[in-house]
């Protein structure tokens, strides 16, 4: 491994897990909503230089619809549920939850793919949702001791978001077969800013009563976590093996904790941080034995971008 390549891989795993933060100091101030749309605007624009003198691959009608479900799924609705769970849920363990995407892939590989569903793998579905449900039962007490019960919704919103980063990966997975990943993305992003545009009056009000905190919190979201990060993820995923670059992104969760005890002063419970291991021992679990194509699909996070197959972990 050479020092590029891990300097990529540091860059990637650092601009995802700062988006948790970034996204949890922004929320006060922007909805679900607009904020994805003002991250994917940027991005949209950033990603299109990469596109110049770039060869251009025609999809076919099969792939257009493809690339719009994986659109509308990863960068559009991805963000928009991402970003309303950070409205209950600390960045920590919003990124727990959302960690078990690599198990959801997976399992939607060999559903929907045909790949098959090992015995590990279901082992390690099982083992990710007794996390879930202790990341509940942690973050319920906490905010019931508190006075705030919308702590269940974050964590449905959370899981929300890594159902939608699933299905915009499997989809993806079918696309970079034939069409260059850079092509890919930028059309994802696209879509997803599109898809966002009715959140546009709301984006525009907002940004007239936001701080320029929060103005710098969307440039940042759309220029480093989307734009740069699916770039040094794609520089590494093109000289490592997709499974092993995947295992990097297990440590994010632990980065956003940090983070966002330093940010913030806020750390997940106790119960939630057992539960967020116990999710990580599930996801683990579930790469044993697994078929290498499986492998391969469950790589990739925040996603990303020459991406993945990430964030991860997880970008999202």
Excluded at 33 to 53: Q, Y
Excluded at 251 to 274: H, K, N, R, S, Y
Excluded at 284 to 296: G, K, L, N, T
Aim: hydrophobic content about 55%; some cysteine.
């Amino acid at each position: 491994m050479t020092p590029m390549v891990v300097v990529a891989i540091a860059v990637t795993v650092i601009a995802w897990a700062s988006a948790f933060v970034v996204i949890r100091g922004v929320g006060p101030y922007l909805g679900g909503g607009e904020l994805a749309l003002g991250r994917l605007l940027v991005g949209t624009a950033l990603l299109a230089l990469l596109l110049i003198r770039r060869p251009w691959v025609r999809p076919t009608g099969r792939e257009w619809l493809l690339i719009l479900v994986f659109g509308v799924a990863w960068f559009g609705a991805y963000n928009v549920t991402l970003n309303i769970a950070e409205h209950t849920l600390d960045a920590g363990t919003t990124s727990m939850i959302v960690n078990i995407g690599p198990i959801l892939i997976a399992l939607g590989a060999g559903v929907f793919l045909g790949e098959g569903v090992p015995r590990w793998l279901a082992i390690g579905a099982g083992v990710a949702f007794g996390g879930v449900v202790l990341i509940g039962f942690g973050t319920g007490a906490a905010g019931l001791s508190g006075g705030d019960s919308n702590g269940g919704a974050g964590i449905l919103w959370a899981l929300a978001a890594a159902v939608t980063y699933t299905i915009g990966v499997l989809c993806q997975k079918r696309l970079l077969r034939r069409i260059p990943s850079t092509q890919v993305t930028w059309l994802g992003c696209a879509i997803g800013a599109v898809a966002c545009l009715p959140f546009a009056g709301g984006l525009v009000t907002q940004l007239q009563a936001a701080p320029p905190s929060a103005i710098l919190g969307i440039l940042y979201l759309g220029a480093i976590p989307t734009s740069l990060a699916f770039t040094t993820w794609g520089y590494a995923l093109s000289r490592l093996p997709a499974g092993q670059l995947g295992v990097t992104t297990y440590v994010v969760p632990a980065i956003v904790v940090l983070m966002g005890w330093l940010a913030f002063g806020e750390i997940p419970t106790l119960l939630a941080i057992i539960g967020g291991v116990i999710c990580l021992v599930g996801v683990a679990v579930s790469r044993r034995r697994v078929p290498d194509v499986v492998v391969a699909a469950t790589a990739g996070p925040a996603s990303a971008p020459s991406v993945p197959a990430a964030p991860q972990n997880l970008s999202q």
